[in-house]
């Protein structure tokens, strides 16, 4: 099932990370991920309302060049409605993953995510949906890096504003 699309952006989402536990001092990394979209997007490609978030990320170094790390969030959507569709007002979502890094510069991210279900009726809208997304990341001096990646639905259903197959670029400061 898709949802009628148009033309044009997303809404803005802006996002802090700020670090509770570090390696050094306990053999794991946790961090603690806060979200905010903005009602910025085209017709069907946002929402109407803002849509805060929370998360936790944990990350686990195993090797020099292998970390594997999982993580979950909630965000609450103040615009619940979608084309006459009743949708859930909060939704959930847990990942896992790998990184992999072969190079000094670079690394390979994997990773499969399943989000809560999109709306409480109207199958197959009621069930969770999966994806998975392999993402390369580019270290661009001491602050900066640069990530390009494809996220795949392996589901029936899409998550809210997204396509069948998505592809990804950031570019982040790290202060």
């Known amino acids: 099932m898709t949802l009628l ?5 997303n809404d803005i989402t802006l996002r802090v990370k700020r670090s509770l536990l570090r390696y050094e001092q306990s053999k794991v990394d946790l961090a603690a991920v806060a979200t905010l979209a ?6 069907t490609f946002g929402g109407n309302g803002l849509s805060p978030g929370l998360g936790l990320h944990l990350q686990k170094p195993i090797l020099s060049w292998l970390n594997l790390y999982a993580g979950a969030a909630g965000v609450y959507y103040f615009d619940d409605n979608e084309q006459g569709l009743e949708l859930h007002d ?8 790998a990184a992999w890094k072969p190079l000094r510069w670079g690394e390979l ?4 995510q399943v989000y809560s279900p999109l709306a409480r009726s109207n199958s197959p809208l009621d069930d969770p949906s999966h994806y998975y997304s392999v993402t390369g990341r580019f270290f661009l001096g001491k602050h900066v890096t640069f ?7 392996v589901g029936v259903i899409e998550n809210r504003n997204s396509s069948d197959v998505t592809f990804k670029f950031a570019l982040a400061g790290h202060f």
Do not use: Q
């Not at 903005?38 to 017709?43: D, K, V, Y």
């Not at 990530?147 to 639905?153: D, P, R």
């Open 109 to 112: 991210l994997f990773m499969y």
């Open 147 to 153: 990530e390009a990646g494809v996220v795949e639905n």
């Open 38 to 43: 903005l009602p910025t997007g085209e017709h």
């Open 90 to 97: 909060l939704r959930g979502m847990v990942y896992g993953g």
């Open 5 to 9: 699309e148009e033309d044009g952006g």
